[in-house]
C-alpha cells in the first residue's frame, strides 16, 4: 500500500522558517517525481513545487521562488521542502504527492499545517 | 494554463446525475485528471487521461472531453459522493493547475 506521511508543520512568524518532510512508503521512491500542494483554509488546491525521481529537475510556482527549497533523500524514502522567508499567505495544508512524466498526482498524503502569524 | 470550473456549487439529490464542467484555457490534450476532497481528508485522485477511472473508483464516476472542454458525471449519487471536485491540468508544466473546485451539496 502506498503511504505518504507529512511533518514538521506548526506555528511560526512571518519571516521565519520550517522544513516539511514526507516518508514514503508502499512503493519505489526512488522512481517517482514528488510534488507539494497547499491548500489554505477554506481555499482550492495549490501546486507549489516538483522534484524529478533523480533530484535533477526542481520547479517552483512563482509565489515561492526564490524562497522555498524542494529536495528529497532516496535512500531513506523522503521528500522535503525547506521554507525560508514565511509569509502570512503560506499558511495552509501542505500535501506531498506521488506523480510521473505526464502523469496526474496518484497518491497523496494527509498533509501537514503550517501556521504563520504572529 | 487556467483551469475554470462550473457550477461553483452543485445542489443534487441522492442517486440523481450530477454533471461537473472543467475549461482550460488552452489545449490540455486528454492530461486531465479529476480530484475528489471531502472535509478533513486529502484530495483523492478519481479521474486520469480525461476518462479513466483510477483504482478503485466506482463506475458511477465518468470523465468524457479532451482539449479544453471536460466533464465529470455522476450517474447516480451517494451519500459518499458529497464533497468537492477539481480537475487539475498535467499537459503543459510547470506550473501544473487545478481548477477552484465544484461543491456537489445534498439538496
Known amino acids: 500500500e502506498v503511504k505518504l506521511v507529512e511533518s514538521g508543520g506548526g506555528l511560526v512568524q512571518p519571516g521565519g522558517s520550517l522544513r516539511l518532510s514526507c516518508a514514503a512508503s508502499?512503493?519505489?521512491?526512488?522512481?517517482?517525481?514528488m510534488h507539494w500542494v497547499r491548500q489554505a483554509p477554506g481555499k482550492g488546491l495549490v501546486w507549489v513545487s516538483r522534484?524529478?525521481?533523480?533530484?535533477?529537475?526542481?520547479s517552483y510556482a512563482d509565489s515561492v521562488k526564490g524562497r522555498f527549497t524542494i529536495s528529497r533523500d532516496n535512500a531513506k524514502n523522503t521528500l522535503f521542502l525547506q521554507m525560508n522567508s514565511l509569509r502570512a499567505e503560506d499558511t495552509a495544508v501542505y500535501y506531498c504527492?506521488?506523480?510521473?512524466?505526464?502523469?496526474?498526482?496518484?497518491?497523496w498524503g494527509l498533509g501537514t499545517l503550517v501556521t504563520v502569524s504572529s | 494554463i487556467v483551469m475554470t470550473q462550473s457550477p461553483a456549487t452543485l445542489s443534487v439529490s441522492p442517486g440523481e446525475r450530477a454533471t461537473l464542467s472543467c475549461r482550460a484555457s488552452?489545449?490540455?490534450?486528454?492530461?486531465l485528471a479529476w480530484y475528489q476532497q471531502k472535509p478533513g481528508q486529502a484530495p483523492r485522485l478519481l479521474i486520469y487521461?480525461?476518462?479513466t477511472r483510477a483504482t478503485g473508483i466506482p463506475a458511477r464516476f465518468s470523465g468524457s472531453g479532451s482539449g479544453t472542454e471536460f466533464t465529470l458525471t455522476i450517474s447516480s449519487l451517494q451519500s459518499e459522493d458529497f464533497a468537492v471536485y477539481y480537475c487539475?491540468?498535467?499537459?503543459?508544466?510547470?506550473?501544473?493547475?487545478f481548477g477552484q473546485g465544484t461543491k456537489v451539496d445534498i439538496k
Open positions: 504527492a506521488r506523480s510521473g512524466y505526464y502523469l496526474p498526482f496518484h497518491n
Open positions: 508502499g512503493f519505489t521512491f526512488s522512481n517517482y517525481w
Open positions: 522534484i524529478n525521481s533523480d533530484a535533477s529537475s526542481t
Open positions: 488552452q489545449s490540455v490534450r486528454s492530461n
Open positions: 487521461g480525461a476518462s
Open positions: 487539475q491540468q498535467y499537459d503543459n508544466w510547470p506550473p501544473w493547475t
